[in-house]
């Protein structure tokens, strides 16, 4: 079975700063990795996705992710965040067969100060 | 618009009336899936369907039901409520499982309140 931990249940940063949201997995086989971002009182959206090659992959509004095999880690990234990525961010992975269903991560909420 | 549709948004009810959610794609979508949220928990999966009239169970199915008659819907039944059911929901479909990853959109969510 796949688990997702996402180390953080809440990150509080400060307009501009950078910010790294960390999530491991574990799974016994080959699964592809998602980022979700969940903005109040709405559900959810795709941020990106790691399915293959290039291990640093790049999303919407100037997130990006690492995939790191070894360390089974998906890290979510941003230079330099904005009040608007104030939200819930959930990691998620999926097997590569099958129903390919997403299991997901306890989510991290984001908190922007100005 | 290309979306996902739940209704109602916001319930609130008593244990034991049974209540259905209702879901709808308008993508043709084969794969639709219902999951709760809850704090500390993130999402977990209830049941999930290939195609119609096929339906499977996910993580946390009892005390849930579903039905899968036509493609575009995908209805959310609770029986007999009772307040560990008390959880934000949600609806998401994709293409079809399986040969090629597609991606799953979200819909906006119910608030369901059993007291």
């Known amino acids: ?114 | 618009e290309a979306q996902v549709t739940q209704n109602p948004r916001y319930l609130i009810t008593v244990t034991g009336k049974k209540l259905t959610v209702t879901c709808s794609q308008n993508m043709n979508h084969e794969y639709m899936s219902w999951y709760r949220q809850d704090p500390g928990l993130g999402l977990r999966q209830i049941y999930y369907s290939m195609n119609v009239e096929v339906t499977d169970k996910g993580d946390v199915p009892e005390g849930y039901k579903v039905s899968r008659k036509e493609k575009r819907n995908f209805p959310l039944i609770l029986e007999s409520p009772s307040p560990n059911q008390t959880s934000l929901y949600f609806c998401a479909s994709k293409l079809r499982a399986g040969g090629g990853i597609y991606e799953q959109y979200f819909g906006p969510g119910t608030r369901l309140t059993v007291t």
């Not at chain 1, 953080?8 to 574990?26: I, K």
């Not at chain 1, 009182?41 to 290039?54: H, V």
């Not at chain 1, 992710?65 to 941003?78: D, G, I, M, W």
């Open chain 1, 1 to 114: 079975a796949q688990s997702v931990t996402q180390l953080d249940s809440q990150v509080p940063v400060f307009e501009e700063a950078p910010v790294e949201l960390r999530c491991n997995y574990s799974s016994s086989v080959s699964v592809y990795l998602f980022w979700y971002v969940q903005y109040p009182n709405q559900g959810l959206q795709l941020l990106l996705k790691y399915l293959s090659g290039s291990t640093l992959v790049k999303g919407i509004n100037g997130f990006e992710a690492e995939f790191n095999k070894s360390q089974t880690s998906f890290h979510l990234r941003k230079p330099s965040v904005h009040i608007s990525d104030t939200a819930e961010y959930f990691c998620a992975v999926s097997i590569i067969q099958g129903a390919q269903k997403l299991v997901f991560g306890q989510g991290t909420r984001l908190t922007i100060n100005p």
